[in-house]
């Protein structure tokens, strides 16, 4: 008979040799972090081919490094981690400086392809950065908390030379879930191979989706996926039902919409498919799902490419993929298709994507092959100008090429069949594009030099059945699209020139071409009609009306636009630039998110120095939710804030733009103090107050905290008032010291009243405006475009008019900051405003924060408003502490005006003050508009803000209509401007705020 | 052959070569064939005790075979934590006697399925293990009390795992006490040493846990029982892990058979579970 415990011995030391006999294989970091631990290599299986000029890079980006690759993405900076090799540099952002929605560096910042080719001569970084997550909370996100770099000083030239950076880090909401990721380059590869660990040393299981998110920021790069019904095609992704979104795919791309022409692609090595959610927000490409138990690990490997050529679109970037594809997962070689565009027998130049593309996908099963839903998706390419292509597909299949132009398919698709070799299928026949040549002129005989082009058909682009022109089924609502909407000039409908002279491709059709140069200015227009494969030209003269509509001394501002610099644009500079000019602005300031920009370079480049000011500022945009609102489910981040002046510097992490996560507004503020030269005119403006959040993202403070502005604020927080109103009232610790804040949550000195051309915005906005300002809280309120593109919104509709003694060409940018902290101007998109008040002793007062007057019995309000003739303005109103107590109607019909000449339209009224239904107690403050009529529509909500019945932005007014023109140059724009505050001591006894009705 | 296959070969081996014995039972204290009052029933999640990996067991010899089938819920849907998880698990326990006071054990958590939702990413899956085998020993005996000490070794038999072997070794006691014919008491003490090995690092746990509980029988074949469990995490960090009260009630069946239902519900600790649930079939011949 045998021992019991001898047995149980057995058992025990027989388990224990097992463990012990699989504890043997160091496999990284998936055990956890114990600080030695090193990933090996990803990718092993990946294997290039020697090249010529071998090279390895790897350094901590020095002080005084200039390593920013070309792009306005490009975001390297001292302290940053740089990787390179002969054909990709790779930034990574160290971990304390993290950007955009990452809780700490760690991420790829800046992932450029190095080699020029002929089209695509300035190859560079189109990423804003791609981060690591293993959730979609904030919580999941990576935090890395070192960085090391891993050289081993090998020879280029040798088999297996690397250069790496190691991160470490964990989860932010946990940190026994422990990170480690390796980056590393080697020569003669196009990207960089990733590997993170992962280990959950917490006590529970959990999902962790191991993930890079690609942050494409909405209007950027456009992702592809392969995959029945995908490619371009993305599933709507809603944050609470991320699993309708979900879906796998054998590698990832995108490609961009302007330059620089770049495509990117990631394969994942260590599984045979990538999984996640795809849209042009964000992209997040992980591991399947699936349960970590508490004390496992993973690992998750991939290839991250970037490709600038030979040719344009996607193709590269495919072509990449599936070609590491083969060696990694055995896929069978790609095959590769070549043939050529032609229109009427003639090649066709791609332009960029803009006037031919290729769309590659295996047909639909069924009858219809081309269902959208159902076909697969395989690569997308542009010809080049001699109409060629090639491009790369999985062999042993069916296909069907679907040729696209100007946002539409431009024939009917057609099928082929590729085996195991490469296939040329000869000429692809597509409707020929037709040609516009247009010349500007300021003046007859006189070029314009900057100047914008927009086309619109003739025939309602709304009417039911007219097909609607994308980029595959992105960003629609450009008609006709010249140009993918979020590109360089021409995007959508609109082009830019910087010599007077347009020559742009587009459908054949019969359109309106329009000349425009802003608001102050006249508006020429020809019609053309266009057959295919024809060339028409027309002459439009734009002449400046500024010199007859705008007071000397007042500049025109714009002081909330963004470039390609911010996460969501991906307009060229150089486009911008020309846009800031061509619309007669005179100063800008640039607030780019989270960045601080000022376009110095370009303004250079185009000679353009006195052209216009630049002010360089930062539009601070948190991106990582956080902050809870009682009785809201979801976290919270507290909207957008602008500052200005700030100084770039290119050096710095973010231009030198503190980080703005995590924190209050007063937070927000207390950061930017010390980069304030000259505290007591720096500007912090509140932008789009209650602009509703995308993604979960909160664009405005009071719109987060559910401020309603019929509610009082106090002055600190009290016992009885509203959570908002508290909120608002609390000053919130430094974030730096953790001791006492200098600024409340409510200490921003202006206030965006109107922000692009959003009717129902500006009217909700105004609300908040009054309400403060009947409180006490003396606000600035400006017009902004928050122009993030050449087409979706306009520059400078709205802007601002900024009384006092200004010169654009050499602007004292502290006497007019001060003037936009007194009030001394006025917001429009079009008209021009001049209220004075004449008041009993005969002194003229304009609005005015900082000073109040007594007006006396017998003072008089003069209105004068005056517009360019394709402006139409119907009616001035005046506000008496936010009520409306009196509507001047002006009898101009602007219907039967030349809209096209050059007379300016004026009106004006003088008004008893007295009359005016000012209060018989107390003080005043008092607001003029004019433009339009529009009254205040009700709270049909609740929510203590004004709810627009009709249309936001109304469609397409019958050409007779007066808003036509206009409603061509700047879609959704209400013609109206508004003043300032004028404070009245009515009482003589200083001025005091009349409270809330 | 596998790691698990293995392990499983050992676990049978030794199960089966062990010998069966008969012995007299301390009679004034410990169940007879028919009596429902006997426990305590192994309860605790399937990710925290694993195959009873941690579970006080009966302080009182016997053979049988039983089947715990057990649910798990949490629910933490809202702010801050929008996760929640479902399990569901299988688990066949085996005792055979050994000698006049000792016994072998094993069980295996033959099916678990997990759905773990994390803010809308949910991760599903059946598994197979993990497994123990134990050995206890009744220590003592004393008028209407027994104090049994056992060891138990977690076998790395999991199909859960990426890259984890997680293995352990338990020792502990249990005691009963029959204060009154209608009333008993037990519980005991656990001491378990989880060994986790991934990618090559080892990561070791200690874990004490308590449990006490009483039983009452209005008749004897059917008895109702309430009491509790603390474990906590002695190192590497000393943490408080779960306050669990339960309650259930076993009924003695024929020819051997038993039912029982078990209820937890973990109150304080790091714990997320909030609820579980075991029912139990049991045969003891």
New interface residues.
């Given amino acids: 008979?045998?021992r019991?415990?001898t047995?149980?011995l057995?058992?025990?030391v027989?388990?224990?040799a097992?463990?012990?006999?699989?504890?043997?294989?160091?496999?990284?970091?998936?055990?956890?972090d114990?600080g030695a631990?090193l990933p090996p290599a990803a990718c092993p299986a990946l294997s290039y081919a020697a090249c010529a000029a071998p090279k390895l890079r790897v350094e901590q980006i020095g002080p005084n490094d200039a390593e920013r690759v070309y792009g306005p993405k490009a975001l390297a900076a001292a302290g940053d981690y740089l990787l390179e090799n002969d054909l990709v540099r790779v930034v990574l952002d160290a971990p304390d400086h993290p950007h955009f929605i990452g809780p700490s560096g760690g991420a790829i910042l800046d992932l450029a392809p190095l080699v020029p080719s002929p089209l695509v001569p300035n190859p560079g970084d189109q990423t804003n950065a791609i981060y690591h997550a293993a959730?979609?909370?904030p919580?999941?996100a990576v935090h890395y908390e070192t960085a090391a770099i891993l050289d081993p000083q090998l020879d280029p030239s040798r088999p297996g030379a690397y250069a790496a950076v190691i991160f470490r880090g964990h989860l932010e909401g946990d940190a026994r879930v422990t990170v480690v990721t390796r980056y590393e380059v080697r020569p003669c590869e196009p990207g960089v191979r990733v590997r993170t660990?992962l280990?959950n040393?917490s006590?529970?299981?959990?999902?962790?989706?191991l993930a890079d998110g690609f942050f494409w920021g909405d209007n950027g790069l456009a992702p592809f996926v392969p995959g029945p019904g995908l490619g371009f095609v993305e599933p709507a992704l809603d944050?609470?039902?991320?699993?309708q979104a979900w879906r796998q795919w054998p590698f990832l791309a995108a490609r961009s919409q302007s330059s620089p022409d770049t495509a990117y692609a990631v394969v994942s090595c260590d599984r045979s498919q990538g999984a996640g959610f795809n849209s042009t927000t964000l992209t997040a490409s992980g591991v399947p799902?699936?349960?970590?138990?508490?004390?496992?690990?993973?690992h998750f490997e991939r290839f991250i490419l970037a490709e600038a050529g030979p040719s344009l679109g996607l193709a590269p970037a495919v072509a990449e993929a599936l070609h590491i594809r083969t060696m990694v997962h055995g896929d069978p070689p790609a095959v590769t298709v070549t043939g050529r565009v032609v229109a009427n027998g003639a090649p066709v130049d791609g332009q960029a994507g803009r006037a031919a593309s290729l769309l590659f996908y295996e047909p639909a099963p069924g009858a219809n092959l081309d269902d959208p839903t159902r076909v697969t998706p395989w690569n997308e390419v542009v010809p080049g100008s001699d109409g060629t292509f090639s491009v790369a597909l999985p062999p042993n299949r069916s296909y069907r090429v679907q040729p696209y132009a100007f946002g539409l398919p431009a024939a009917a698709a057609s099928s082929f069949v590729v085996a195991a070799g490469d296939v040329a299928i000869g000429d692809v026949t597509i409707t020929a594009s037709a040609k516009l040549t247009v010349d500007v002129q300021s003046s007859p005989g006189v070029a314009a030099s900057y100047a914008e082009l927009v086309v619109i058909p003739v025939d309602d682009p709304n009417t039911p059945g007219t097909p609607v022109p994308s980029l595959y089924s992105l960003f629609p609502g450009c008609a006709p699209m010249l140009g993918p909407p979020d590109g360089g000039s021409p995007a959508c409908n609109r082009a830019i020139t910087i010599n007077g002279h347009f020559d742009v491709a587009l459908p054949a059709g019969q359109y309106y071409v329009y000349a425009t140069r802003g608001p102050f200015a006249s508006l020429d227009r020809a019609t053309v009609d266009l057959a295919p494969g024809i060339s028409a030209q027309a002459t439009l003269v734009v002449e400046s009306l500024a010199s007859q509509l705008l007071p000397a001394g007042v500049v025109s501002g714009d002081f909330h636009v963004h470039g390609g610099a911010s996460f969501d644009s991906a307009i060229p500079d150089l486009d911008r630039v020309a846009s800031f000019l061509a619309t007669g602005v005179d100063v800008i300031v640039a607030t780019d998110h989270n960045v601080v920009t000022s376009y110095a370079s370009t303004l250079a480049t185009l000679g353009a120095e006195s052209a216009i000011a630049v002010i360089p500022g930062v539009e601070q945009t948190p991106n990582i939710l956080w902050y809870?609102v009682p009785d809201d489910?979801?976290?919270k981040t507290l909207g957008h804030f602008n500052f200005w002046p700030l100084s770039p510097d290119t050096f710095q992490t973010r231009n030198g733009a503190p980080w703005s996560e995590l924190r209050e507004p007063g937070q927000l503020m207390d950061d930017m103090d010390a980069l304030f030269a000259n505290p007591a005119t720096a500007v912090r403006q509140l932008n789009h107050p209650y602009l509703l959040a995308k993604l979960g993202r909160d664009q405005g403070y009071p719109q987060a905290i559910g401020y309603d502005p019929t509610t009082p604020i106090p002055p600190t927080p009290k016992d009885g008032f509203s959570f908002a109103a508290n909120a608002l009232a609390r000053t919130p610790p430094d974030p730096t010291t953790g001791g006492p804040g200098n600024h409340s949550n409510l200490d921003w000195n202006v206030e965006e009243v109107m922000t692009g051309a959003s009717r129902a915005d500006w009217l909700r906005y105004r609300a908040l405006w009054f309400s403060l300002l009947n409180q006490g809280f003396l606000r600035a309120g400006t017009a902004n475009s928050d122009s993030h593109t050449l087409s979706v919104e306009r520059i400078g509709y709205p802007r601002n008019l900024v009384w006092g003694n200004h010169d654009k060409t050499a602007l004292d940018v502290d006497g007019f900051d001060a003037d936009i902290l007194a009030g001394h101007l006025e917001g429009t998109n079009g008209p021009v405003l001049d209220v004075t008040i004449k008041d009993s002793n005969g002194a003229v007062h304009r609005s005015d924060l900082t000073t109040s007057f007594t007006p006396g019995p017998n003072a008089t309000m003069t209105i004068a408003v005056t517009s360019a003739p394709w402006i139409p303005f119907a009616e001035a109103r005046v506000f008496v502490n936010g009520v409306l107590v009196h509507t001047a109607e002006f009898s101009i019909d602007f219907s039967k005006l030349d809209q096209f000449g050059t007379a300016p339209q004026s009106a004006n009224v003088t008004l008893q003050l007295a009359t005016l239904m000012l209060p018989s107690h107390g003080d005043a403050w008092v607001v003029v508009e004019a433009g339009l009529p529009q009254d205040t529509p009700a709270d049909t909500d609740g929510d203590g803000l004004p709810d627009l019945p009709d249309a936001d932005v109304p469609g397409r007014p019958a050409t007779g209509d007066p808003r036509f023109n206009l409603q061509a140059i700047a879609p959704g724009v209400w013609p109206t401007a508004f003043s300032n505050p004028f404070l009245l001591d009515l009482d003589g006894g200083g001025w005091t705020a009349p409270g809330l009705p | 052959m596998t790691?698990a296959g293995?392990?499983l070969l050992?676990?049978g081996l030794?199960f089966c070569?062990?010998?069966a014995a008969r012995a007299d039972l301390p009679a004034d204290v410990c169940p007879g064939r028919y009596e429902a009052a006997a426990g305590p029933l192994a309860g605790g999640t399937e990710?925290?005790q694993p195959a009873d990996f941690g579970a006080v067991p009966e302080a009182c010899p016997g053979s049988d075979l039983s089947l715990r089938l057990r649910g798990e819920l949490a629910d933490h849907s809202?702010?801050?934590d929008?996760?929640g998880?479902i399990v569901a698990s299988g688990t066949a326990r085996a005792r055979r006697r050994?000698?006049g006071r000792?016994w072998?054990s094993i069980a295996v958590d033959f099916l678990t399925y997990?759905y773990?939702?994390?803010?809308?990413?949910?991760?599903?899956?059946p598994s197979f293990g993990p497994a123990t085998?134990?050995?206890h020993l009744v220590l003592s005996t004393a008028p209407r009390t027994t104090v049994a000490a056992y060891?138990r070794?977690?076998?790395?038999i999991?199909t859960?795992?990426?890259?984890?072997?997680?293995?352990g070794?338990e020792l502990g006691a249990a005691a009963r006490a029959r204060p009154s014919r209608r009333w008993v008491v037990d519980g005991g003490l656990s001491l378990r040493e989880r060994?986790?090995?991934?990618?090559?690092?080892?990561?070791g746990h200690l874990e004490p846990a308590l449990l006490a509980e009483a039983w009452f029988a209005p008749r004897p074949a059917f008895a109702l029982f309430a009491g509790g469990s603390l474990r906590l995490?002695a190192a590497p960090d000393l943490?408080l892990?779960a306050v669990i009260p339960r309650a259930g009630l076993r009924g003695a069946l024929r020819h051997g058979l038993w039912l029982a239902f078990l209820a937890e519900v973990p109150l304080a600790g790091?714990?997320?579970t909030q609820a579980l649930a075991s029912l139990f079939l049991g045969w003891a011949p």
Avoid: K, W
């Fill in positions: 008979m045998r019991p415990g047995s149980v057995t058992v025990v027989g388990a224990l097992i463990a012990e006999a699989a504890g043997c294989h160091r496999d990284g970091c998936v055990g956890g114990d631990c959730g979609v909370l919580r999941d660990d280990y040393g006590p529970d299981p959990n999902t962790l989706f944050l609470l039902h991320v699993d799902l699936g349960v970590t138990e508490s004390g496992d690990g993973f809870y489910t979801f976290p | 790691r293995s392990a050992i676990v030794v070569a062990a010998p990710a925290a809202g702010a801050p929008f996760s998880d050994i000698g000792g072998v997990r773990f939702d994390n803010a809308g990413l949910v991760g599903t899956g085998v134990g050995y060891a070794a977690l076998l790395p999991d859960a795992s990426q890259s984890r072997t997680e293995t070794l060994l986790d090995i991934t990618g090559g690092q080892a990561h995490e943490t892990t790091s714990e997320p």
